[in-house]
């Protein structure tokens, strides 16, 4: 979602920033903006709608020289996409913030502000901070003092950056709900949403932490928690790789990170896998005496990290002898829910910063959990560090908004929870061995499927004028046309839904016809007798159909269905595989119909508010 850059140094800062929000541009955004402060003490601001390159066009023509200064990619959420609400805001030419979050009490807010004679000039949210701050300054001894009185009248999400024309040598920044990270240099300083944003000028980050306000200089950064207290915080050296600036030989991000799976699935298992099981350290310090007393498991996660949980749903309970529930982090959060004896809570995120799952998993700390676990990729994420413990996906920077190898990653790491909490109850040895080769497997796997793109692009010209289309699967391979019907969504725009097979008879079939498309996934496997009835109830009444088989299923095209074989796998490890196709198919159909691949409308990567 919308990105934030801030630095305090003796040079120039505005390349600088205007990198750093190259680097987020990722994160889906509407407008770009930049205050910086001048040798003459006086703020310039210039604000832009549109994309980053708008931003960095202006900025060449109108010279922006100055140490300290913010920038900031905006996502709407409170008024329209336009340069008036873009930011830095501003209040009465001195001060400049930027904000990521939501303000609930805004309104109220706003109104206390203009009783006081305060103009707003833009719809935002964000804005009462600018005012806020200001008015704080009034009666402080400090632009620190000023933040810390704001942010006490503040209710909801907010990462916020201030700096001040007449204290042009600090910035002053605060984090509730909505992530933020000190860069550290020589001489200078930097703030970032995202360590990525950074890694140019820094490889030393402080990760703040809930309710921290920090104080930042060219030589100083001091830090003070929820109650005042000045702490210390943890510097961690960054190994993180940006790999995303070169697309390389691929068109979108998105091909490029479809067809970087198997790399990074063989990341994911590295040094995590022995000869016949899971090694114990792969999910931290302690997982093996929490894994033992684990009878229940309750995963929470949002969009496509909630479709890898309701696969995980299906592994768990067969495999490992655990029941398991699968929510929306949203719903969890906003009903009475009851915790289950011997608890996990699993939650899943790709960047660790999703804000109903984050809050879901503080929800549930107060629930009597046995204990937390995230599966994330972002290491130092707030997720990350307020879970029990942590398995890192390792799949790398993923740029494009419509999630493929996060997704792949999050697949094997749930694969392997499986396998580490089943040998407490019951997974035989001879299983453990079995899983473990299909898990050595996979990469190799993986490249096949890809070799079937060709089939694929010529299958998506048939999509071209549709606007509608059902996904069919059967057990562990409904979420998995879930996800399917996701992506074509996204980035194609065309409307998709997923079913269960099995629910065709009550009530989908009736939009069964020449005009709707319909994809099934078919694996070999026990349910594939009952999947080709489905087929056959489909086809019974004109339908056309796209299937994706194992050979061995012994599906055959004919003028009603397109067959394409899979290569066959193990069961375990199908639903990763059939995987493949399904994104292939939603990337070509968007090409064909000249959507905006990586950065589809509406959307953003990291959703940091509810």
């Known amino acids: 979602m919308c990105g934030i850059v801030g630095a305090v140094a003796q040079r120039d800062v505005v390349e600088i920033l205007v990198e750093g929000l190259r680097r987020l541009e990722y994160r889906g955004y509407d407008s770009a903006g930049i205050a910086v402060i001048n040798s003459d003490h006086q703020l310039q601001r210039i604000r832009r709608l549109g994309k980053v390159k708008e931003l960095e066009d202006a900025v060449e023509l109108q010279a922006v020289p100055g140490g300290t200064g913010v920038a900031h990619t905006r996502w709407a959420t409170h008024g329209e996409p336009s340069e008036r609400n873009a930011h830095p805001h501003s209040s009465a030419e001195r001060l400049a913030i930027v904000h990521n979050g939501i303000i609930e009490n805004h309104e109220s807010l706003r109104e206390n502000l203009m009783d006081e004679g305060y103009e707003f000039a833009s719809e935002t949210d964000s804005e009462v901070i600018a005012h806020l701050v200001h008015k704080e300054l009034r009666g402080a001894e400090s632009l620190l003092d000023a933040v810390q009185a704001t942010v006490k009248q503040l209710e909801g999400a907010y990462g916020t950056v201030i700096i001040d024309k007449d204290d042009s040598d600090r910035i002053v920044v605060a984090r509730s709900g909505s992530p933020l990270v000190i860069g550290l240099g020589i001489g200078e300083n930097f703030v970032a949403s995202d360590q990525l944003a950074l890694l140019p000028v820094t490889r030393r980050f402080i990760f703040l932490e809930e309710g921290d306000v920090a104080e930042i200089t060219r030589k100083s950064i001091n830090i003070y928690d929820v109650q005042g207290d000045k702490v210390a915080r943890e510097i961690q050296e960054s190994n993180v790789s940006y790999d995303a600036g070169d697309k390389g030989k691929y068109r979108h991000y998105m091909l490029k990170e479809i067809y970087e799976q198997s790399v990074a699935v063989t990341n994911t298992l590295e040094g995590r896998l022995s000869e016949n099981s899971v090694m114990d350290e792969t999910f931290g310090n302690g997982a093996a005496e929490l894994f033992k007393q684990v009878k229940h498991v309750q995963i929470?996660?949002?969009?496509?990290?909630?479709?890898?949980?309701?696969?995980?749903?299906?592994?768990?309970?067969?495999?490992?002898?655990?029941?398991?529930?699968?929510?929306?982090?949203?719903?969890?959060?906003?009903?009475?829910?009851?915790?289950?004896?011997?608890s996990l809570l699993v939650s899943i995120s790709q960047s660790g910063e999703t804000a109903d799952t984050l809050a879901a998993l503080r929800l549930a700390k107060e629930m009597g959990y046995l204990g937390s676990l995230t599966i994330c990729n972002v290491a130092g994420s707030s997720l990350v560090r307020e879970s029990d413990l942590a398995f890192m996906t390792r799949a790398g920077a993923e740029i494009g908004v419509a999630s493929t190898k996060a997704f792949t990653t999050q697949l094997v790491g749930l694969t392997m929870l499986v396998m580490a909490i089943g040998k407490y109850n019951g997974l035989s040895d001879e299983d453990q061995l079995d899983l473990t080769?299909?898990?050595?497997?996979?990469?190799?796997?993986?490249?096949?499927?890809?070799?079937?793109?060709?089939?694929?692009?010529?299958?998506?010209?048939?999509?071209?004028?549709?606007?509608?289309?059902?996904?069919?699967?059967?057990?562990?391979?409904?979420?998995?046309?879930?996800?399917?019907?996701?992506?074509?969504?996204?980035?194609s725009y065309i409307h998709a839904e997923a079913y269960a097979a099995g629910e065709l008879k009550h009530g989908p079939l009736a939009l069964i016809d020449a005009d709707m498309p319909i994809i099934v996934v078919a694996p070999n496997n026990d349910l594939l007798e009952k999947l080709k009835s489905n087929v056959e109830e489909v086809r019974a009444r004109g339908g056309i159909l796209y299937v994706?088989?194992?050979?061995?299923?012994?599906?055959?095209?004919?003028?009603?269905?397109?067959?394409?074989?899979?290569?066959?796998?193990?069961?375990?490890?199908?639903?990763?595989?059939?995987?493949?196709?399904?994104?292939?198919?939603?990337?070509?159909?968007?090409?064909?119909?000249?959507?905006?691949?990586?950065?589809?409308r509406n959307l953003a990567k990291s959703v940091t508010v509810e």
């Open 300 to 342: 929470v996660a949002c969009g496509t990290s909630y479709h890898s949980g309701m696969v995980a749903r299906y592994w768990l309970e067969e495999l490992a002898g655990v029941s398991c529930n699968v929510e929306i982090a949203s719903e969890f959060r906003y009903r009475t829910s009851f915790v289950q004896p011997d």
């Open 437 to 491: 080769q299909a898990l050595k497997s996979l990469p190799t796997k993986l490249e096949e499927s890809l070799l079937l793109a060709d089939q694929i692009e010529d299958l998506a010209e048939e999509f071209a004028e549709r606007h509608h289309a059902l996904f069919l699967g059967r057990g562990n391979q409904y979420p998995i046309a879930m996800e399917g019907a996701l992506k074509l969504k996204e980035i």
């Open 548 to 600: 994706f088989a194992d050979a061995a299923a012994h599906f055959e095209s004919d003028d009603t269905m397109r067959v394409i074989n899979v290569p066959h796998v193990h069961e375990l490890i199908a639903p990763i595989v059939y995987t493949i196709p399904l994104q292939l198919l939603s990337y070509y159909v968007a090409i064909i119909k000249g959507t905006d691949v990586d950065q589809p």
